[in-house]
């Protein structure tokens, strides 16, 4: 092989698109059977890769570490409500845009209204249909 055909084939390696990244959610669920199966569930359909937090001080540790491109998360928990871990997350200019989705057991109209108002993109209640889970993460994610 001369030089000129490999000059040709490393050219046409580096024009190549690098791999797409794996999605990144980060699930914030202070239950852990819940969280273990919302993460094999999401983990197990190619979704994408998880990375759990237990409570939402927790969470705000993990976005200063790492970029996700979805984030999942209850509103009643320790430390500090998911209304005010949205909000939070809504005052950061790396976290403005990132899609959010309540995963909640609160299912009263006034929640739902304060998790929409808070910046959530999309509010589930529990119990949950699985495969709805995986569309409505699947269409934030696209």
């Known amino acids: 092989m001369d030089s000129s055909t490999t000059i040709v084939q490393v050219q046409a390696v580096r024009k190549q698109p690098p791999p797409p990244r794996p999605k990144r959610i980060l699930l914030v669920e202070d239950d852990p059977d819940i969280a273990r199966f919302v993460q094999v569930l999401l983990e197990d359909e190619g979704v994408a890769d998880i990375v759990l937090a237990a409570e ?41 845009r990132t899609p959010i989705i309540y995963l909640t057991a609160r299912s009263e109209p006034e929640h739902v209204a304060e998790g929409y108002a808070a910046g959530a993109n999309d509010y589930m209640v529990k119990p949950f249909d699985p495969i709805e889970l995986v569309a409505h993460v699947r269409a934030l994610l696209d």
Do not use: C, K, N, Q
């Open 56 to 96: 939402p001080i927790e969470a705000l540790a993990r976005v200063d570490e790492a970029r996700f491109d979805l984030i999942i998360t209850g509103v009643g928990m320790p430390t500090m409500s998911g209304h005010e871990l949205v909000r939070e997350l809504r005052g950061r200019p790396d976290t403005t």
